[in-house]
């Protein structure tokens, strides 16, 4: 069923809830692989330093999904993209034709989704694979 899953992480706990949901679907199938996408929005970043700074950042955060994911003995990979995370989550999403795509939720209301959007409302929306929203 859902046998090539992506799962967008940033380090939030809204996206280490999302792992767990990944993990347990992944569990559901024999050989599911999930692909762990981590994008890198620089744009907020003006200086190398800080570049780097962001970076180590998320790759110290993505520890505690890769051990879940390792200590579940699921196969996974990851993949640390940059640019803005709507649309970088959904064009991996559309171009590798993945199963399932999962993603946290930050829980903002439906005015600030609808003046600022939000990573995971864009997923849903242009993803052409199902989406699984986790809160």
Same mark, same amino acid.
């Given at each position: ?6 799962? @967008?992480?940033?380090?939030?706990? =809204?996206?280490?809830?999302? $792992?767990?949901? +990944?993990?347990? /679907? ?18 907020? @970043?003006?200086?190398?330093?800080? =570049?780097?700074?962001?970076? $180590?950042?998320? +790759?110290?955060? /993505? ?29 991996? $999403? ?42």
């Amino acid at each position: 069923m859902y046998k090539k899953i992506l799962l @967008a992480v940033d380090g939030s706990e =809204h996206s280490i809830r999302a $792992a767990n949901h +990944a993990i347990q /679907l992944a569990s559901l199938v024999k050989d599911a692989t999930v692909e762990v996408i981590c994008v890198l929005d620089f744009s907020k @970043a003006k200086t190398e330093v800080l =570049h780097k700074e962001l970076k $180590a950042e998320r +790759a110290r955060k /993505l520890k505690e999904v890769e051990e879940a994911l390792r200590q579940a003995n699921i196969s996974y990979e990851i993949k640390m993209e940059h640019g803005e995370p709507g649309p970088t989550i959904v064009t991996r $999403a559309n171009e590798h034709q993945f199963d399932i795509v999962i993603v946290g939720s930050r829980g903002l209301n439906s005015l600030q989704e609808m003046v600022l959007g939000s990573v995971s409302h864009k997923v849903a929306k242009r993803v052409n694979s199902p989406v699984l929203i986790v809160k």
